[in-house]
Nanobody
Framework: QVQVVESGGGLVQAGGSLRLSCTVSGRTFSKYAMGWFRQAPGKEREFVSAISGNGGRTYLSNSAKGRFTISRDNAKNTVYLQMNGLKPEDTAVYYC????????????????WGQGTQVTVSS
């Protein structure tokens, strides 16, 4: 059973930063492509970023480019989302997801999901 657990959300002022973490149980973490998604109230879940199993390739949405960075530490079974320059429109529940390679921006193709962590950006 693969378990995905996010942490690091919170309340931050516009322009501030947060780093989200996502830890995955199991011994084959490096075989999983990882993705970050977010869902704001009343909106559909949207792709934010993804990273390949070895961390060599990353993919950012247009809204994340220039502000967010995805990375992973396979020794710690953890993927990170560093978010800088946060805006009120970044307010959402952020979800971490895992799937076998390759990575993708399609949420429906991810097998394992965390429970989400709330990010709130005040203006």
């Amino acid at each position: 059973q693969v378990q995905v657990v996010e942490s690091g959300g919170g309340l931050v002022q516009a322009g501030g930063s947060l780093r989200l973490s996502c830890t995955v149980s199991g011994r084959t973490f490096s075989k999983y492509a990882m993705g970050w998604f977010r869902q704001a109230p009343g909106k559909e879940r949207e792709f934010v970023s993804a990273i390949s199993g070895n961390g060599g390739r990353t993919y950012l949405s247009n809204s994340a480019k220039g502000r967010f960075t995805i990375s992973r530490d396979n020794a710690k079974n953890t993927v990170y989302l560093q978010m800088n320059g946060l805006k009120p429109e970044d307010t959402a529940v952020y979800y971490c997801a895992a799937r076998g390679e390759p990575y993708t921006n399609y949420a429906s193709r991810y097998e394992y999901w965390g429970q989400g962590t709330q990010v709130t950006v005040s203006s």
